[in-house]
């Protein structure tokens, strides 16, 4: 039984940046008229409200999306995942986070008096990202989150949502029909597994669909196996692939904000544009992210 629950991280820096890479990522699908499908491994409970325990218990969101739920004149990129977070916030009718509630929680970041009372996670913004010939395939194997997920997305014939194993029903969902699509991968890495079973789904979605976008998420850490990661994915797909990570502090030991100083996306088989989407969002995102002077960004790539 995992223990792993998303709510105690939810618009957290990490989702910051996974979500604005997925929200251009679908972007890019929809230019084209052939339907597509994302297939999500590791949904969560796809919607969380900031003023539940599990988010004020931990208060990541505060140094996530609160910084910038309100910013004005964000790169492109950024902007129109914003969008798609405070459509969320219009949706729900929940009272706005108090302001006591993040004034001076951020040092020298200057937060906005607006602030989101939800963060709708990935199933969400890739629903609302979808034409009506696309479909949404979503995985959640937790006892706790997998019923607030059905729950969530019930009744839209556009999205299947599955209470399982996302890396053992992504062979069962790869390839789409249309030959068109992202899995998108991104597991807690609360056990060392993890790490080899992201490889493994990955190696064997490229074998059989080779042409297929596959995004993966891991976080950045002062272990092994997180700092091999990248350059494994990398060579399952040595002349096609994209990595963007966004560290926000310095490296910490285990134990300190969860170890993680910054996460990572690696996409495979990337959109020719991704690059130039990318390069704009990746220094403002360090700039209004940062905790500390150890705050940086990476940003390459090998497009055939």
């Keep these: 039984m995992l223990s792993y629950r998303h709510g105690f991280h939810a618009g957290n820096h990490a989702d910051v940046l996974k979500h604005t890479v997925l929200t251009a990522l679908l972007r890019h699908l929809a230019l084209k008229d052939t339907p597509f499908r994302v297939v999500d491994t590791h949904a969560g409970a796809g919607f969380y409200r900031l003023n539940h325990p599990f988010a004020q218990k931990t208060g990541e969101w505060r140094d996530g999306i609160a910084r910038i739920f309100s910013a004005s004149a964000p790169p492109p990129a950024v902007a ?54 696309d479909r949404l395939q979503v995985f959640e194997l937790h006892t706790s989150d997998a019923p607030a997920l059905i729950e969530s997305l019930r009744g839209d014939r556009q999205v299947k949502v599955i209470a399982g194993d996302g890396f053992a029903g992504l062979r069962a969902a790869w390839p789409p029909p249309s030959r068109r699509g992202v899995a998108f991968i991104d597991p807690s890495y609360e056990v060392k597994d993890d790490y080899r079973a992201v490889v493994d789904a990955v190696a064997d979605s490229l074998k059989r669909f080779p042409t297929g976008i596959v995004a993966v998420w891991y976080p950045r850490l002062a272990r092994r196996e997180s700092e091999l990661l990248p350059g494994k994915l990398k060579r399952l797909c040595s002349a096609n692939w994209l990595h963007a990570a966004l560290d926000v502090r310095s490296p910490v030991g285990p134990g300190v904000h969860g170890g993680m100083h910054g996460s ?24 209004k992210l940062a905790v500390d002077a150890g705050a940086a960004t990476t940003l390459d790539w090998q497009i055939a």
């Design 264 to 287: 990572g996306m690696v996409i495979l088989n990337p959109p020719w544009t991704l690059p130039q989407t990318l390069k704009p969002a990746m220094p403002w995102l360090q700039r």
């Design 80 to 133: 129109d995942y914003l969008a798609l977070v405070r459509q969320a916030n219009a949706m729900e009718l929940v009272p706005a986070v108090p302001k006591s509630a993040t004034q001076g929680q951020v040092a020298g970041q200057g937060v906005a008096d607006a602030q989101p009372g939800v963060y709708p996670g990935s199933p969400w913004i890739a629903r609302q990202l979808l034409r009506p010939d």
